[in-house]
Nanobody
């Protein structure tokens, strides 16, 4: 069964950058659309970005457009989330999720099939 592991979180100052990684084990991400979600205490889970299996078409939440970039490297079975110009409001646990689907678009819904354990991102002066 596919398992996902997030890494790369940490503490960063406002305006700084982090790069999160989502790596697969047990199976491959090649046949999946992949998304990043985040959840802060007291807030609803928010879809951040997603990327399709074929064509690497992306979709972003309005709150991160222009600052975050999702990408994938199928040879490494890894999906990345490059986060620039970080703000305190970006503080959350970030999760990656996979959906075995092959469509030319991806959606930031919360019903993906497989989820990682999450990695903490804290943006604070």
């Amino acid at each position: 069964q596919l398992q996902l592991l997030e890494s790369g979180g940490g503490l960063v100052e406002p305006g700084g950058s982090l790069r999160l990684s989502c790596t697969a084990s047990g199976s491959t991400l090649v046949y999946h659309a992949v998304a990043w979600f985040r959840q802060a205490p007291g807030k609803e889970r928010e879809g951040v970005a997603c990327i399709t299996r074929v064509g690497y078409i992306t979709n972003y939440a309005d709150s991160v457009k222009g600052r975050f970039t999702i990408s994938r490297d199928n040879a490494r079975d890894t999906v990345y989330l490059q986060m620039n110009s970080l703000k305190p409001d970006d503080t959350a646990v970030y999760y990656c999720a996979a959906e075995q689907i092959n469509l030319p678009r991806c959606m930031l819904h919360d019903r993906y099939d497989t989820w990682g354990q999450g990695t903490q991102v804290t943006v604070s002066p």
